[in-house]
């Protein structure tokens, strides 16, 4: 944890994300610390195993142990083996919005992806101690607002304008056809959800700036870089009714497994109220501007508001 006035506090993990990787953290106090991230899918003949170091978890400054604070199981998936659901856990993103807990999923082989409320027990509220029940906001698939069409996505960052109105950032699916050719996802890039009648509706997809599929060539790399979606973001709310919101583009190239590098800085700004992306377009807004690229042998992973000091 890095403070406004920049001293650093590094907190061990014992036993958490064995075998994997941590992916987020937010705190509310700088002592009390949420977290998302996956671990290895190893089950033992008892079966336990590594998966229990999984998902949305608990843990306290001072302590190098944190506890999952609870489970999500597919139950939509009847197709996936026991090792396959210790993934339904596999959280990305993670934030705090009128103090309630969420995180986000998008690994697609396991589970169900979309954005997901950790209850306190089952209700709103900060949960504490284990088995709070973790419900998917969204559903699977999502419906393509402009084809009508049911679309697998993948979100990660998201951030909440207001109760109604949430924005995910899709990564995409870097899916080629038989040529070896990038294939558009539909749902790729900036989405935008309201929540009607109880439940939320995906109303457009922000893409146009991001040169979605375009190949890019970067000094120094022996291939094109593309950039086919988006991973974290933050924004802020304006004044007058607008969000803008800061972005990581997710990248694809065609060695090293497709991961992405370089990854862009972006920023778009979008009126809260509209439900129709022609509408934004009309107001001027909706447009990504690139602000920055990580450039050779750099990779942008996260973006945050630095916090202000107010010196008294």
Do not use: C
Not at 126 to 144: E, F, K, S, Y
Request: aromatic share 10%.
């Amino acid at each position: 944890m890095v403070s406004a006035v920049g001293s650093v506090l590094l907190q061990p993990e014992a036993n958490a994300y064995s075998g994997d990787n941590p992916r987020a953290v937010i705190s509310l106090d700088g002592t009390q610390f949420y977290m998302a991230g996956n671990s290895d899918s190893t089950i033992y003949t008892d079966g336990t195993g590594p998966g229990t170091t999984i998902g949305a978890r608990y843990g306290t400054s001072g302590s190098n142990s944190s506890y999952e604070l609870g489970k999500y199981f597919a139950a939509d998936r009847p197709d996936e083996t026991a090792k396959q659901h210790v993934k339904d856990s596999n959280f990305r993103g993670i934030g705090i919005f009128n103090g309630n807990l969420y995180v986000s999923k998008g690994s697609g082989g396991n589970g169900d992806d979309g954005i997901f409320q950790v209850e306190n027990g089952t209700g709103n509220g900060l949960p504490t101690g284990t088995g709070n029940t973790i419900v998917n906001l969204l559903g699977a698939p999502a419906t393509d607002p402009v084809t009508g069409n049911a679309s697998p996505y993948t979100p990660f960052g998201f951030f909440f304008a207001n109760p109604n109105t949430l924005y995910v950032a899709d990564e995409g699916y870097p899916n080629t056809d038989a040529n070896g050719n990038l294939v558009p996802d539909p749902l790729a890039g900036l989405q935008k959800w309201s929540l009607v009648n109880g439940t939320w509706k995906l109303d457009y997809v922000i893409t146009e700036g991001l040169n979605l599929l375009q190949p890019v060539n970067v000094p120094g790399y022996p291939a094109p870089t593309y950039t086919y979606g988006l991973r974290n973001l933050t924004a802020k709310v304006n004044e007058e009714g607008t969000v803008t919101i800061y972005a990581i583009t997710s990248q694809y190239r065609i060695f090293s497994g497709g991961e992405p590098d370089p990854t862009n800085l972006v920023v778009v700004t979008d009126r809260i109220s509209d439900t129709s992306l022609s509408t934004g377009h009309h107001h001027g807004l909706d447009h990504f501007v690139t602000l920055q690229n990580s450039g050779y042998g750099q990779v942008f992973r996260g973006v945050a508001l630095a916090p202000v000091r107010r010196d008294e």
